[in-house]
């Protein structure tokens, strides 16, 4: 006997991010040595980061009542959506994932991804509807380069619900200050320049991220395959241009000398 799930189960109007790891096969790859044993350290690493993905977006017990919000995890892609009239659920979305791509810097992983608004069903159980497969386009025929397309429509859905203590136009504001627009003409979450304000410590942690950062291009810019190595030539022009305007400043410097030395070391490509 066939059982129906059909228990008025129908479509929501959802904003769904769909985040996919780079270079996944090479990390699983890491996490075994040569002669067949297992690379504990590798498999340390990429657990952790995949724990913190699933930490930063995953709502807490207390907030999990009060949020439309539902996160599903599989191998190297993570999905996360909720309800269109969320309120400021699009800016918190973009902070989400400014974490996860600054806390994958940090641990020399990148990611790419796609964010749609439309028909989708996303519970424990079940997670399917034209919204995902726009957010799967998005970051696969999309994104092209280490990052998260952020299409116009959802800085518009994200204005439209806006934090009660917002107008409609500072929401905007906050929005736009975690993207960057491309040459293309698309925007993407930032993560190159106002990640800064996300550390933990901004002053202190900001030349230490460009670090890790110019350590991530300059490995990928020695790779031989175009079509790996034209992400990395991506990130370069953003990163250096990020490091140009900080090192244009630097001879005003008067702060913590460290900091300022710091920055004085990053290259520039």
């Keep these: 006997?066939?059982?129906?799930?059909?228990?008025?189960?129908?479509?929501?109007?959802?904003?769904?991010?769909?985040?996919?790891?780079?270079?996944?096969?090479?990390?699983?790859?890491?996490?075994?040595?040569?002669?067949?044993?297992?690379?504990?350290?590798?498999?340390?690493?990429?657990?952790?980061?995949?724990?913190?993905?699933?930490?930063?977006?995953?709502?807490?017990?207390?907030?999990?009542?009060?949020?439309?919000?539902?996160?599903?995890?599989?191998?190297?892609?993570?999905?996360?959506?909720?309800?269109?009239?969320?309120?400021?659920?699009?800016?918190?979305?973009?902070?989400?994932?400014?974490?996860?791509?600054?806390?994958?810097?940090?641990?020399?992983?990148?990611?790419?991804?796609?964010?749609?608004?439309?028909?989708?069903?996303?519970?424990?159980?079940?997670?399917?509807?034209?919204?995902?497969?726009?957010?799967?386009?998005?970051?696969?025929?999309c994104a092209n380069y280490p990052r998260v397309i952020v299409p116009e429509e959802i800085i518009s859905v994200g204005k439209r619900y806006c934090a009660r203590h917002h107008s409609p136009d500072i929401e905007e504001e906050y929005i736009i200050n975690c993207l960057g627009k491309d040459s293309d003409g698309m925007y993407y979450v930032d993560y190159f320049r106002s990640i800064q304000s996300e550390l933990d410590e901004p002053y202190y942690d900001y030349p230490l991220y460009l670090h890790k950062l110019s350590e991530i291009i300059d490995k990928g810019l020695q790779a031989t395959n175009p079509a790996i190595r034209i992400k990395y030539l991506w990130m370069k022009e953003k990163y250096n241009s990020v490091v140009k305007d900080i090192k244009k400043n630097l001879d005003n410097w008067d702060g913590d000398m460290e900091v300022k030395e710091a920055y004085e070391s990053l290259p520039i490509f």
């Design 1 to 141: 006997m066939v059982h129906s799930v059909r228990d008025a189960m129908n479509y929501e109007n959802r904003i769904v991010c769909f985040l996919d790891i780079l270079g996944f096969q090479e990390l699983i790859n890491n996490t075994i040595h040569k002669n067949g044993t297992d690379n504990t350290d590798e498999i340390d690493n990429l657990i952790e980061a995949l724990t913190n993905i699933r930490y930063f977006v995953q709502p807490s017990e207390e907030y999990e009542k009060k949020t439309s919000k539902q996160v599903t995890q599989f191998s190297d892609c993570i999905v996360f959506s909720f309800l269109i009239s969320e309120e400021s659920g699009v800016f918190y979305a973009l902070l989400e994932i400014q974490w996860i791509l600054m806390n994958l810097v940090f641990k020399k992983i990148l990611c790419r991804g796609g964010i749609a608004i439309g028909k989708l069903i996303h519970t424990e159980k079940f997670l399917f509807g034209p919204a995902l497969i726009d957010a799967y386009h998005y970051e696969s025929k």
